[in-house]
T-cell receptor
Framework: SQQGEEDPQALSIQEGENATMNCSYK?????LQWYRQNSGRGLVHLIL?????REKHSGRLRVTLDTSKKSSSLLITASRAADTASYFC????????????FGSGTQLTVLP | DTAVSQTPKYLVTQMGNDKSIKCEQN?????MYWYKQDSKKFLKIMFS???????INETVPNRFSPKSPDKAHLNLHINSLELGDSAVYFC?????????????FGPGTRLLVL
């Protein structure tokens, strides 16, 4: 079964607005990563947050991690039409160095 | 420069056939993976492989087998294809010893079994 569940499944916003996506997972983790997938393409790594970190920034991306609630959020600020894509969280379980387990993904549509 | 490449991009075939998908990475990574993405976009790990160990997801039918001629290549061979094998298959790679364990994905192979 999927490790992670993402919420919402789909999100539609206007250009310039912020987009927030949430991810919940079930087991203890080593780190949590967010990936982006444009339609018909492969996944691209966006950002990684380790289990001992609570917040991380990269450009217009902000990721938070709450290990007590087993949840993470990805915030994209000042969204652009080019941000339209599917966004996936992926966890590396504790003790498992390489096995990424993906969430179900959020389809983000940014309207111009 | 393509970091992780896969061929073919599209594969349409009949049920019962045997097919292979090729993957190559030029990143010098020591670990490679195969994932299956279904029509609902669920991504599931099938295999991870380096020169020391092969980890198989127990839910993968034994009709699927990874073959690695060298560190830069991990091919996926599928025997007796079934309708349910239709999906997008992604290859990925990463480097052991890096705490990040970031994976780099290929563009995917869209397999349609008729």
């Amino acid at each position: 079964s999927q490790q992670g569940e993402e919420d919402p499944q789909a999100l539609s916003i206007q250009e310039g607005e912020n987009a927030t996506m949430n991810c919940s997972y079930k087991t203890s983790i080593n780190n949590l990563q967010w990936y982006r997938q444009n339609s018909g393409r492969g996944l691209v790594h966006l950002i990684l947050i380790r289990s001992n970190e609570r917040e991380k920034h990269s450009g217009r991306l902000r990721v938070t991690l709450d290990t007590s609630k087993k949840s993470s959020s990805l915030l994209i600020t000042a969204s652009r039409a080019a941000d339209t894509a599917s966004y996936f969280c992926a966890t590396v379980p504790s003790g498992s160095a390489r096995q990424l387990t993906f969430g179900s993904g959020t389809q983000l549509t940014v309207l111009p | 420069d393509t970091a992780v490449s896969q061929t073919p991009k599209y594969l349409v075939t009949q049920m019962g056939n045997d097919k292979s998908i090729k993957c190559e990475q030029n990143l010098g990574h020591d670990t490679m993976y195969w994932y299956k993405q279904d029509s609902k976009k669920f991504l599931k790990i099938m295999f991870s492989y380096n020169n020391k160990e092969l980890i198989i997801n127990e839910t993968v039918p034994n009709r699927f087998s990874p073959k690695s001629p060298d560190k830069a290549h991990l091919n996926l061979h599928i025997n007796s294809l079934e309708l349910g094998d239709s999906a997008v298959y992604f290859c990925a790679s990463s480097q052991a010893g890096t705490s990040a364990e970031t994976q780099y994905f290929g563009p995917g192979t869209r397999l349609l079994v008729l």
